[in-house]
């Protein structure tokens, strides 16, 4: 199922070519991007997502259209979705640069898709991981701030193909080190660590985007009574915490089982009582 939405509340018929050769988005990836889940009609965090695409565009010096036309387009892809036969849909909010010697108008759209089975089964069996090097140190986003470390911007292609050796490795997914050897996040996802009834996750500071699955978990996790640390982690902290998880909208709390051909502890309840945490907000 596909439905798309320009900014103006216009549907467009999803298989009507949208965009030209000479879009930037397409010939540089220069442009931003969020999903979001949304469940029976209901976007989850979704003014946080637009939060993170303002700052997104803030750090790309690119002309974003205004909030409201955001939410406008949003309401009209869940509008249009059928909540009776599919309760979940991923919403992806897209802008571009606009076109290679246009007038700086950007290219912006909204489209809503079905989630897919193999998505739907790592949810439900968890997943087996591989860290990879991401060369970059703690201290990068701050001096090298062109590097965009913290937005999402529409340049995945290295996060796709460290998916790709992720798979050569027969793992499912990826967490980026840095040059400390300390976790960064996954190719689309955060990780989070319990440890004695802590939460722990890597900080933004580390030129990791702020996800807010993760900022949900962990404010549901508080209000609950869970300490909770957004920290640097050392790799080795993996295989010693009580549970390991890669967070983000889509797949929500995945378990991890197995890191670098290695088991990480995996206890039912404490997935279980993980996951009602982050529920308890919606
Ligand atoms: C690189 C990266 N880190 C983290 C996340 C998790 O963010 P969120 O929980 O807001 O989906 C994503 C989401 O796709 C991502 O692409």
Known sequence: MRILALLDGTLVDPDTPLLRSHDLGV???DGIFETILAVDGHPRELEAHLDRLERSARLMELTLPDRAKWQHAVRTVLGEWPWGSER?????????????????????????????????????RGI?????????????????????????????????????????????????????????????SNVVLAEDGRLATPPPSSGILRGTTQGALFRAAEEAGWRTAVEPIARERLWRADGVWLASSIRKITQVHTIDGTSVATDSGLHERICKLYESRY
Not at 150 to 165: D, F, I, P
């Open 27 to 29: 010939q540089r990836g």
């Open 128 to 188: 087996s991981v591989v860290t990879l090097e991401r060369g970059i140190d703690p201290g990068m986003m701050e001096r090298a701030p062109w590097l965009l470390l913290s937005a999402k911007t529409l340049s995945y292609a290295v996060n796709m193909a460290a998916l790709r050796e992720a798979e050569r490795r027969d793992a499912d997914e990826v967490v980026f080190t840095a040059s400390d050897d300390s976790l960064l996040e996954g190719p689309t």
């Open 88 to 124: 979940e849909a991923a919403v992806k909010l897209v802008c571009t640069r606009g076109l290679d010697g246009g007038d700086g108008t950007p290219t912006a759209f909204v489209s809503g898709q079905s989630l897919s089975e193999e998505l739907m089964r790592k949810r439900a």
